[in-house]
């Protein structure tokens, strides 16, 4: 049983309200209160024995963690902490990494002086980090350095103090990440960066066409999956197996059929009846696919032309037009040449205008498409919906024609029973409690119609809610395009623009 210092903080190694409010004395709020929590950017918890991370839940504001020099195994509980910027968690016992994929603003981690013996586990999710510290750990793998080329803006490496530092482990991690620019406290200058691409030049190359590889599949691989869960959903590929797997397989409906007559009823003329229902709502929505298929293909065609049509017509004209006044500038000399290529240079910033100004129009009149399209598909979605309700209608038509045929069925073979003992021939402890209760048979009754309903209810919300997902995914891809379009049509003006004007700059007379 842990006791309490002269500070009233628990000697023990958990988080608590006392430890934090003692880590934030001496700050400029010294009545921090768990209310005040949530408005918090700092907490230093460095040298307090903590064996777990734990009850930071309210801190979700917090910028800054330092929880080194303590007792911990693991990194946990910081699922909340999404703001988290800087993470220091040197010199524990953590022996692997694990916990840090919802830090998707994490700039500076320190994990050095632990017990990690491979770097599976620092998520691809944390791409923002640029200062990362693995020294004086259990890595003894230099291949394994390779996992961190997923993180471009990785500036500072510190890893000395592992296994696999050798002599020339310097000339092998500087030539790999080529993003850094200190490598243990040392600054990679470029005649050193350039000495090792040259010693791996064939060996980079190999590895970057690997890695554009996997990440062109993994990119496929994860656009087909989105595509074909959405499709399998909006095409109800559950439907027309609804029958056997939802409908007839529900408890009450499963002690019905203990009874032949209704047993026949169900299996025979109803079964066919509602698998030919279902396969309409299947045939029907497959078909309104098709719909929205040309619907999409249409403002496809229409985006395409219209971005086309204004880089032909407007952004060439004005590219190629300086360019020949370029090529125009080249047959004179002297004062003229002078003169001419001092307003060329200004003129640069006109282009870049006018390039720009050119692209907002073109924004505005995608935007005036996208909306048109997003009404448009909004629409079909509609239709859609208000064509499978009226099918599944159809099917609890059908369920409810067969409650008014199996009640009395079902109540003649409880008469049977009371009389014989026995139904067809049949006799068993089930059959008997069920036809001798007539409160549970009509419970049962009841229930099984019930049951089949709610089976077809939750097919139609399934629909609804895939159709709504459909919709929405749609248009953001859409959207996501033509935001993308759009960035790096400025990012290649920019270019351009640029280009020219370095190729005034050598012209200087």
């Not at 720009?356 to 919906?385: C, K, P, W």
């Not at 089949?452 to 209810?457: E, F, G, P």
Request: net charge negative.
């Amino acid at each position: 049983m842990s006791g309490l210092d002269e500070t009233g903080v628990e000697e023990s190694a958990v988080i608590c309200n006392a430890l934090i409010q003692q880590a934030l004395e001496g700050s400029e709020r010294t009545d921090v209160q768990p209310v005040d929590y949530p408005e918090i950017r700092t907490l230093i918890l460095s040298y307090k024995s903590i064996v777990k991370i734990s009850n930071l839940v309210d801190l979700s504001a917090l910028t800054k963690l330092c929880l080194d020099n303590n007792r911990l195994k693991k990194i946990e509980g910081l699922e909340q902490l999404t703001q988290l910027e800087w993470l220091d968690l040197s010199f524990n016992d953590i022996q692997s990494i694990d916990g840090l994929d919802h830090l998707v603003h994490l700039r500076d981690l320190s994990l050095a002086h632990n017990q990690i013996a491979t770097l599976t586990g620092l998520d691809a999710q944390t791409a923002s980090l640029e200062v990362l510290s693995i020294a004086h750990n259990q890595l003894d793998s230099l291949e394994g350095l390779m996992y961190l080329r997923a993180f471009p803006h990785l500036r500072v490496l510190t890893c000395s103090g592992n296994p696999f530092v050798s002599d020339d482990f310097r000339i092998y991690v500087v030539a790999h990440l080529p993003s850094l620019s200190y490598l243990d406290y040392r600054r990679i200058m470029p005649d050193e960066l350039k000495s090792a691409t040259d010693q791996y030049t064939t060996e980079l190359l190999l590895l970057k066409e690997k890695e554009d590889a996997d990440r062109s599949q993994r990119q496929l691989a994860a656009a087909l999956e989105q595509e074909k869960e959405v499709l399998a959903c909006c095409d109800a590929l559950g439907i027309d197996c609804l029958v056997g797997k939802d409908l007839l397989a529900d408890p009450e409906t499963q002690r019905t059929l203990l009874i032949p007559a209704v047993k026949a009823e169900i299996e025979g003329a109803y079964q066919v009846a509602m698998a030919g229902l279902c396969s309409e709502v299947v045939s029907y929505l497959e078909r309104r696919r098709c719909i929205r298929g040309a619907e999409i293909a249409s403002f496809e065609v229409a985006y395409e032309e219209t971005v086309a049509s204004y880089v032909e017509q407007a952004a060439l004209p004005l590219v190629s037009g300086f360019q020949l006044q370029l090529e125009a500038l080249k047959q004179m000399s002297g004062e003229d040449y002078k003169k001419r290529h001092a307003q060329l240079l200004d003129e640069t910033t006109q282009l870049r205008s006018d390039l720009i100004f050119g692209e907002v129009q073109l924004s505005s009149a995608v935007a005036v498409m996208l909306r048109d399209f997003g009404t448009a598909l909004a629409s079909v979605t509609q239709r859609t919906v208000e064509g499978m309700q009226y099918l599944l209608g159809n099917v609890r038509a059908r369920e409810n024609e067969l409650y008014v045929v199996v009640q009395p069925l079902i109540f003649a073979a409880a008469e049977a029973y009371a009389a014989t003992g026995s139904l067809d021939g049949l006799a068993s402890p089930e059959l008997g409690a069920l036809l001798g209760d007539k409160s549970l048979l009509q419970q049962v009754t009841i229930g099984s119609h019930e049951g089949r309903l709610t089976a077809v209810d939750a097919a139609e919300d399934d629909i609804l809610q895939s159709q709504k997902t459909y919709l929405e995914a749609t248009l953001a891809k859409v959207e996501a395009a033509e935001r993308s379009r759009s960035r790096e049509y400025v990012k290649d003006m920019e270019k351009l623009v640029e280009e020219l004007r370095q190729i005034l700059d050598s012209m200087v007379i």
